[in-house]
């Protein structure tokens, strides 16, 4: 019987009025490759690991505590051992607000900040420690939205295909931010900035194989904006609504996955708590359905390695959800536990 592994970040404390965690930390857990069933293995106790990276050879696994700042976030090292338990390897200070999400490139750990709106750098050495903060790259400005987007408040990291280009989706400015590589140096590109629609809200990004094409979940609008490399710099080149015709609530858009086959795209909706199902063909998308989750506030979801399951957490009802992935890109459900308290996030191993 074949079997794969991820693990599943959680909120174990009351961060706002919204978000009220009883997570237990890290969870690793095991998914049967075949009926789609899963099991947790193991539980690392910390606070509030809100979203989780992995090292490109599968050793080690980093984490933000996602705290205010005054209540002292951190950045956290573990070694994944052979049984795929967690071992605390070490960890640093964060220098923001509300760290939400974390990318490893290379040899560095990047986190962005929400409430503080910046994009921290951490160096790990041979031994997948993290070292001191190197650069803390802090953003500016507001947009139209008075309540959400009266300041930068960066959402997401995410390294471009070519391991070069960096770019930070900020929902607070409708910019993600570029930066590149250059002498083993994270350096600012504004050149390469990419603007999105006013009032977006842009939180996360994902790219094609090639990183020709680029998807932007908007969380403000729940628009996709779809984004193209013309020229060596990216621009908006259409915009598709991830709502039904039918939704009278406010937009909340909160997570955006592409198949492993290039052939679909996945987006979340809290509130209506749904997954939209597009296709892909060159630069247009094509509505395929929604799949209603029959949970509460679906904040995350991963697609298996396999391209066979998909993963959802829901980080109110506690429900997490396999969905088997049709030829056709539709959903069926096979497997519902709430076992894991509060999870919002999802990491396979490669």
Known sequence: MLFSTFFIGSYTQKLTPEIFGSGDGISTVQLNEETGE??????????????????????????????IEEDSPVVQAYEIKDDSS??????????????????????????????????????????????????????????????????????????????????VCDLGIDTVKAYEVQENKLTPNPQKDISIRKGGGPRHLVFNKDGSLGYVINELTSAVSVLKNKGNKFNQIGSYNSLPDFYQGAPSASAIRIHPNGKFLYVGNRKLDAITIFKMEEDVLNLVGYKHTNANELREFNISPSGKWLIACHQNSNDTIVYRIRGNGKLIEVYRTKEIKTPVCVAFLK
């Open 86 to 167: 967690l071992g605390l390897l070490n960890e640093q200070p964060i220098l923001g607000g509300c760290p939400c999400h974390i990318e490893a490139l290379n040899d560095r750990i990047l986190i962005a900040c929400y409430i503080s709106g910046n994009m921290l750098e951490y160096p790990i050495d041979e031994s997948g420690r993290l070292l001191m903060c190197a650069k803390n790259h802090q953003h500016s400005g507001s947009s139209v939205n008075l309540e959400r987007q009266e300041a930068a408040h960066a959402h997401q990291v995410v390294a471009h295909p070519n391991k070069k280009d960096v770019y």
């Open 38 to 67: 899963i099991s947790v293995l193991h539980t690392k106790k910390t606070v509030s690991p809100s979203y989780l990276t992995l090292s490109t050879d599968n050793k080690y696994l980093y984490s933000n505590t996602e705290v």
